[in-house]
Nanobody, 128 residues
Framework: QVQLVESGGGLVQAGASLRLSCATS????????MGWFRQAPGKEREFVAA????????FYADSVKGRFTISRDNAENLVYLQMNIPKSEDTAVYYC?????????????????????WGQGTQVTVSS
């Protein structure tokens, strides 16, 4: 059974740091593109960051570029989202996602439709 389980969310003060983790199980995800998305109340789910499976190139939403970092530890089947200098507008439920396409460079990994597996999400609340 394929599972993605997020952890590390909680309440954090603006300007502090937080690291989210995503534990994967049920299959080998080393070739998968891993992504982080978020959804704030009343808003659509939006792209945050992705790490492409074939070449480990990273992509970020403009709103988090320079503050957030996505990384992975294949040996431990973990994916991380390091959140530095969080802002109140970063408050949302954060979701980990995994997707595989043989020619992954041909796909827009900011599009949630390209992901095959999703976690249940972890709440991040940034207090100002």
């Amino acid at each position: 059974q394929v599972q993605l389980v997020e952890s590390g969310g909680g309440l954090v003060q603006a300007g502090a740091s937080l690291r989210l983790s995503c534990a994967t199980s049920g299959r080998t995800f080393s070739s998968y593109t891993m992504g982080w998305f978020r959804q704030a109340p009343g808003k659509e789910r939006e792209f945050v960051a992705a790490l492409r499976g074939s070449d480990r190139i990273t992509f970020y939403a403009d709103s988090v570029k320079g503050r957030f970092t996505i990384s992975r530890d294949n040996a431990e089947n973990l994916v991380y989202l390091q959140m530095n200098i969080p802002k109140s507008e970063d408050t949302a439920v954060y979701y980990c996602a995994a997707g595989y396409r043989p020619r992954d460079r041909d796909y827009q990994w900011s599009n949630l439709r390209n992901y095959d597996y999703w976690g249940q999400g972890t709440q991040v609340t940034v207090s100002s």
